[in-house]
């Protein structure tokens, strides 16, 4: 069936260390890729999204890229923050319904 | 705009005991989604809806009810809670896709969430 596929974590950085959180999907058609982040105590929100192959996308100093090929849309950043201390939620949706599939989230921590 | 709020933000109940939660949006979106969280598990969709008047069941409706009486609104019901109802309970809420793509493509916008507790 759909699903995400990503390491539940928790990953432990030093800050301003390179980040890699992988993410590989199953899906048929041609899914809108995203990640959520959600921090402590918070729900989820919008990090970034890439909605059709080989489109990046980026905010806050994250990247990701949607391939098609390889069926992933790995999450990396070059220098992490404590700041980004916070669970990453790799998901896909597709379909007129709009119904979103979540992986399980990974747990980031950075530490000073 | 407030955008997605969620009441209450915690509760305790007990086996037996029914709540509702309360979803509110104020972006004009025409879906509404609520999801549970749970350690190992990530999110699950326990029910949605498409617009006012209609839901649909999710991954895990069991337990549940919904109802979408208003656009902004949609709400979730335990009749009977039990202890594996246990959770933290966001609701989402996002544009409707149009053909071919654009309105935000499937982008969904969260709630703060709500913990329950069922001893």
């Known amino acids: 069936g759909n699903s995400v596929t990503q390491m539940e974590g928790p990953v432990t950085l030093s800050e301003e260390a390179f980040l890699t959180i992988n993410c590989t999907y199953t899906a048929t058609g041609y899914p809108s890729l995203f990640w959520y982040v959600q921090y402590p105590g918070e729900g989820l929100q919008l990090l970034l999204k890439?909605?059709?192959?080989?489109d990046k996308g980026s905010n806050k100093g994250f990247e990701a890229t949607y391939r098609k090929e390889t069926t992933s849309f790995h999450l990396e950043k070059g220098s992490v923050q404590v700041s980004d201390s916070a669970v990453y939620f790799c998901?896909?949706?597709?379909?007129?319904?709009?119904?979103?599939?979540f992986g399980i989230g990974t747990k980031l921590q950075v530490i000073p | 705009n407030a955008g997605v709020t969620q009441t209450p933000k915690f509760r305790v109940l007990k086996t037996g005991q029914s709540m509702t939660l309360l979803c509110a949006q104020d972006?004009?979106?025409?879906?509404m989604y609520w999801y549970r969280q749970d350690p190992g598990m990530g999110l699950r969709l326990i029910h949605y809806s498409v617009g006012e008047g209609t839901t649909a069941k999710g991954e895990v409706p069991d337990g549940y009810n919904v109802s979408r009486l208003k656009k902004q609104n949609f709400l979730l019901g335990l009749e009977s809670a039990a202890p594996s109802q246990t959770s933290v309970y966001f609701c989402?809420?996002?544009?409707?896709?149009?053909?071919?793509?654009?309105?935000?493509?499937?982008?969904?916008?969260f709630g703060p969430g709500t913990r329950l507790t069922v001893l």
């Open positions: 998901a896909w949706g597709s379909g007129g319904y709009q119904k979103v599939t």
């Open positions: 890439a909605t059709k192959a080989d």
């Open positions: 989402a809420s996002s544009y409707r896709r149009l053909a071919g793509g654009t309105r935000l493509d499937n982008e969904q916008f």
């Open positions: 972006m004009n979106h025409e879906y």
